[in-house]
C-alpha cells in the first residue's frame, strides 16, 4: 500500500505520494510533489519544467518558454532549431486528432448553446431548437501548456511526447466547411501550440457562426506575431 511519504498515512493519491494533510499543513510536501511530477514528465519525454534562460521566448502562451537550441517549450510541441518552430515540422500540421460529433454534444455550453436552443437563432444558426443532423467539429489537441494532476484527457501527453498522430490544416478546413458543421469545439489538451493552425483553420472558414472553445472556455481568436 502506497503510503504519504510524510507521515505514514495510507488515505493518499499515488500520483502526489503525500496526503491531504501534509499538502495543507508542511510545505516541504510541495517539494516532493514537484519533484515527482517532473521524474514522470521526464520518463515520458516531456521537459521536466518551464524552460528559463534560453535565447528564444515563445509568445504563443503564458508560459512564455525561453528555449536554447534544441530545446522543446513546457507543452513539448515548440521546439528552437534556428527559430521557434513546431515540432510537427509545419505550422500547417498539429499533433491531435479530429472527428464529427453529431449535435448536440454533451458540451457545458449545451444549456446556452445555438446549437441546442433558439438562444442565436436566426443569427448564428437557422435552427430554432436542437440542430438535428448537424454537427460540431471536435479537434482533440495532442497537448496542453499546463500540467493539471487530474487532467480529464491525459492522454495528450504523451501525443505531444511522441509528436503523433498528425492532422493537417487543409483536411481540417476541409471538414470546417463542410455544410453541416455548424461548431468547432477544440480541446484536448489545449490549442495554445497549435494557435497558428487553428487559428488559421477558423479564420479561412469563413463561417460566421463557427464558435471554438478549448476545455477551459479559453476563446481562441489568436493574433500570431514572429512566427516562421
Ligand atoms: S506554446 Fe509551448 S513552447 Fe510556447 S510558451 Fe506555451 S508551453 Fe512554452
Ligand atoms: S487539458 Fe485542461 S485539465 Fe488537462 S492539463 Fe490542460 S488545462 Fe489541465
Ligand atoms: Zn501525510
Known amino acids: 500500500m502506497t503510503r504519504c511519504e510524510l507521515c505514514g498515512s495510507s488515505r493518499i493519491s499515488q500520483s502526489l505520494s503525500v496526503c491531504l494533510e501534509c499538502l495543507r499543513e508542511r510545505p516541504e510536501s510541495l517539494e516532493i510533489v514537484r519533484r515527482r511530477r517532473e521524474k514522470w514528465r521526464t520518463s515520458i519525454g516531456l521537459p521536466s519544467h518551464l524552460p528559463r534562460g534560453g535565447m528564444l521566448k ?40 479530429y472527428y464529427l460529433d453529431p449535435l448536440p454534444t454533451n458540451c457545458v455550453a449545451t444549456p446556452v448553446c445555438p446549437a441546442a436552443t433558439c438562444r442565436g437563432y436566426p443569427e448564428v444558426t437557422d435552427t430554432c431548437g436542437l440542430e438535428i443532423g448537424r ?61 497558428p493552425s487553428s487559428s488559421r483553420s477558423t479564420g479561412r472558414s469563413g463561417i460566421r457562426r463557427l464558435g471554438s472553445r478549448d476545455c477551459a472556455g479559453r476563446l481562441m481568436d489568436f493574433k500570431i506575431r514572429g512566427y516562421s
Do not use: K
Not at 515540422?89 to 498539429?94: D, E, F, K
Not at 454537427?135 to 509528436?163: I, P
Not at 455548424?182 to 495554445?192: D, K, L, N, Q, S
Open 58 to 97: 515563445c509568445p504563443l502562451c503564458v508560459n512564455g518558454c525561453e528555449l536554447n537550441e534544441g530545446e522543446r517549450g513546457y507543452c513539448g510541441t515548440v521546439i528552437n532549431r534556428n527559430g521557434l518552430r513546431p515540432l510537427t515540422g509545419s505550422w500547417n500540421l498539429a499533433t491531435g486528432l
Open 135 to 195: 454537427y460540431n467539429l471536435a479537434v482533440f489537441y495532442g497537448s496542453c501548456n499546463l500540467d493539471c494532476f487530474f487532467c480529464q484527457n491525459a492522454e495528450h501527453r504523451r501525443m505531444a511526447a511522441m509528436g503523433r498522430p498528425l492532422m493537417s490544416l487543409n483536411s481540417l478546413l476541409r471538414e470546417a466547411l463542410r455544410d453541416d458543421v455548424t461548431c468547432i469545439c477544440a480541446f484536448g489538451g489545449g490549442p495554445a501550440h497549435g494557435r
